[in-house]
């Protein structure tokens, strides 16, 4: 099961998944983020890795807000790139991954999968707490407490992170390798009304950055690039 | 913050946080359950505590499947009292208080709450693996690992389980004492059209054991009691 937001990572991890073969599983949240469109992207990535099964599960997360991204804080433009990871910015979502990882759980434990792929990375990333890998570990050890099969030994969770330790220029060439079509990801937090990728976000300026360095050609269309 | 169902046991947590001082706030969850009128006794309980929030979420675990409770399995009646525990049963809802558990902690963080109060208990109880001590510790290293600001030093979240080795019988006549109505509160998970509990599924049968044995007057209309 892979955790697919739609962006760079964790259409990356998909492919991973895949060439490791794995029976692939996709879980999407539409969480009332402003980048809703993202869920598009999710779809097309899901649908060309051939996944056999990809839920989109709607969350209240605006109703508890607590960041730019589910209220109408405005999203940080232009940020320093050498900056980028030293502070937890406002567009961090209070405790996302866990919310994401247990409705993971769950879904894992009715399919009886034991293996969990989410695209967190501690490198070229925003500075958010739960993509560190001894958060991971510690949700994982969770997991293994937590459910039915898993108590009973019938099914043992392992949360697989294997962008964790990547750049973003180095995770762009290994899903070039893989034959993934980036074209159809979204990064941008902040997008137009048509889709089109703001280009001064964190998350466009950390895309941008990795197109740049990995020496691929970005095919993000961009609406306000500098 | 006090995860309340409407049930004895978050009724009698949220009445004990109380008692202890706290500023009180409650956290619900519609997850598409059969007996989804807990909500509405979930909001008696809230009101009649004086809770400064009362927070009903709504959460899509129907779609996930794999409970009694969340699809069209037949709820279990008629359960040997003291076979409970020994099994982990059909009502079991995958990553149920992970789940729960993890909107708390983005709930929490948002207020700066660092209590969190849930009213599992491993006594008298039906078998449920995320009940358990040592579940709830794992969670609460996630929590304080998974957080901005738990991971900036600026909150540390407690999750308290007051009940956790209380017998039904125990926690009823806490509950007592504290003054709480338990009229308002509903544990059935195969109630009538009306509301009124069945009397015969696993939680009215240790709900009523519960009353029994702490010599409580049962206030629960019960439809198929036998």
Redesign the interface.
């Known amino acids: 099961m892979v955790l697919l937001s739609g962006g760079i990572d964790s259409a990356t991890c998909l492919a991973i998944a895949k060439v490791d073969g794995y029976h692939l599983n996709a879980l999407t949240f539409h969480y009332h983020q402003r980048h809703a469109v993202e869920i598009e992207a999710a779809k097309r990535v899901a649908r060309a890795a051939g996944v056999a099964r990809h839920?989109v599960?709607?969350?209240?997360?605006g109703?508890?807000?607590?960041s730019a991204l589910t209220s109408d804080m405005e999203v940080p433009k232009d940020a320093k790139l050498e900056s980028l990871g030293n502070r937890?910015p406002v567009t961090?979502?209070?405790?996302?991954?866990?919310?994401f990882?247990?409705?993971a759980?769950?879904?894992a434990?009715?399919l009886g999968a034991a293996d969990i792929f989410i695209g967190v990375n501690a490198l070229d990333y925003s500075g958010?707490?739960?993509c560190?890998p001894?958060?991971i570990e510690?949700?994982e050890?969770?997991?293994n407490?937590?459910?039915?099969k898993?108590?009973?030994g019938e099914l043992m969770i392992r949360i697989h992170t294997p962008l964790i330790t990547l750049t973003k220029a180095q995770i762009i060439r290994r899903g070039v390798e893989l034959g993934l079509d980036y074209s159809v990801t979204h990064s941008c937090y902040d997008p137009d009304p048509a889709g089109r990728a703001c280009g001064r976000c964190d998350s466009c300026l950390l895309r941008r950055k990795g197109f740049l360095e990995a020496g691929v050609p970005d095919p993000t269309s961009y609406y306000d690039s500098r």
Chains 1, 2 share one sequence.
């Open positions: 839920m599960l709607d969350l209240p997360l109703q508890i807000g607590g937890i961090y979502v209070p405790a996302r991954n866990t919310i990882l247990s409705f759980m769950a879904w434990e009715v958010y707490p739960d560190r001894e958060y510690a949700f050890k969770t997991a407490l937590g459910t039915k898993t108590v009973e």
